[in-house]
């Protein structure tokens, strides 16, 4: 691996570490501050939020001044805010500096897939499975590393810990792959058809994805597994995502993005129901099978669908493109994470088993349209880079 990608994949390291490290430290964020829970969640998701106003903005404005220095900043500011973080007396501060710390992460993350795929265009499954395995590997060793640092030193301690991922990118981003000369038309990428249709099949993955893991977490809890249970369960299906990343991209590689973000997203299809019949029967042997497949099906989709969409953006909106998978991506899990709340209330009649299994068959569907754009959208061969 060259250092041009080891700094992407520790950009992407930055923020993913960082969002997953914040979760076990919330509780005692509250206690010591004297918040309810709602409050304390209020840190994360002013986060989240400052992503989501700024990822267009800020690969527009890469299009403009160049990727590499957009992303640089990025690195340079996310670090300075954890060290703020880490400083800041009191909630509102807290939050503040957090929707700054999300801009942020937004002029890196937002930024990588198109760098990446701009970078290897004739290994672009390879990377961008790489990134996604990255990706996994910050989701599950975050929060080890958020309830080590909490236990040992305190909440604060755990906004430190992106501080020496951002400045170990910084100095490995002096050679960053370059992006072509960009136009910025946002209603120029729209309008193309199979680039939009993919975005959107990108957008149902990310809110099945989410969704089914909610919905798994209380299902799993009515079934009388502690927290701690719970918790190692839901690491099935990122540590299969942190295995079989690379081996997924250099298949779409091999085979072509369509057939193979095709292929996962029928294994996610199956799984689902899979998991929905399982689980109704077996409820925890079901759920542990089901995963896996899942998992598997992940794997295989996110990797060869990033490559897939940057690949059908026209020429000069690369960086607008990644900026918009990000956007499909955080959209997405917000609607998975309302379909989940919301289906686990109106199915409660059914009992957690029958409620349970509607419910995922409900979020499977979201799978079947989504193949169903994908089959409109592309075709079954490998895009040109």
């Known amino acids: 691996m060259d250092l041009r990608l080891f700094s992407l994949l520790l950009g992407v390291l930055v923020s993913t570490v960082n969002e997953s490290a914040l979760t076990p430290a919330l509780p005692f964020l ?16 002013a986060g989240l939020l400052g992503s989501a106003l700024a990822y267009l903005p800020l ?3 890469a299009g403009r001044v160049g990727a590499g220095r957009v992303y640089r900043t990025g690195l340079f500011l996310h670090g300075l ?5 880490y400083l800041a007396p009191s909630l509102p501060l807290l939050y503040g500096l957090r929707f700054l710390q999300g801009i942020a992460a937004a002029g890196v993350v937002g930024l990588v897939p198109g760098l990446v795929a701009a970078g290897y265009p004739d290994r672009r499954g390879y990377a961008l499975g790489l990134v996604a395995s990255t990706v996994a590997a910050g989701t599950l060793f975050g929060p080890a590393l958020g309830g080590l640092l909490t236990g040992s030193w305190g909440w604060r301690f755990v906004f430190l810990l992106p501080l020496p991922f951002a400045l170990l990118a910084l100095s490995q981003s002096g050679h960053l792959p370059g992006l072509p000369p960009q136009g910025g038309d946002l209603g120029r990428l729209l309008r193309t058809r199979p680039f939009l249709l993919a975005l959107l099949a990108t957008g149902l993955y990310f809110a099945h994805t989410l969704g089914v893991s909610v919905a798994l977490a209380f299902f799993l809890a009515e079934a009388g597994l502690g927290p701690e249970a719970v918790g190692g369960l839901l690491l099935l299906a990122p540590l299969e995502l942190l295995l079989l990343g690379a081996w997924a991209g250099r298949l779409a590689d091999r085979r072509g993005y369509a057939r193979v973000v095709i292929l996962g997203g029928w294994l996610l299809l199956l799984g689902g129901v899979g998991l929905a ?4 029967r077996y409820p925890v042997p079901g759920a ?9 099906g992940r794997a295989l989709f996110q990797a060869a669908n990033n490559a897939q969409v940057l690949s059908l953006a026209p020429p000069g909106e690369e960086a607008l493109a990644s900026g918009a998978l990000s956007v499909a991506r955080v959209l997405g899990q917000g609607l998975g994470g309302l379909l989940a709340g919301v289906g686990l209330h109106a199915l ?12 995922i068959l ?3 569907s979201l799978m079947g349209l989504s193949l169903l754009f994908l089959s409109r959208g592309v075709g079954k061969g490998r895009p040109a880079s």
């Open 81 to 85: 805010a954890a060290l703020l973080l």
């Open 288 to 296: 542990v099978v089901g995963l896996l497949l899942l998992g598997v």
């Open 277 to 280: 019949l399982l689980a109704y």
């Open 348 to 359: 409660a009649g059914l009992g957690p088993r029958g409620g349970f299994a509607a419910l």
């Open 30 to 45: 509250a206690r010591d501050l004297r918040v309810g829970s709602a409050l304390a969640q209020g840190v994360v998701t």
């Open 59 to 61: 690969t527009l404005v």
């Open 362 to 364: 409900l979020l499977s």
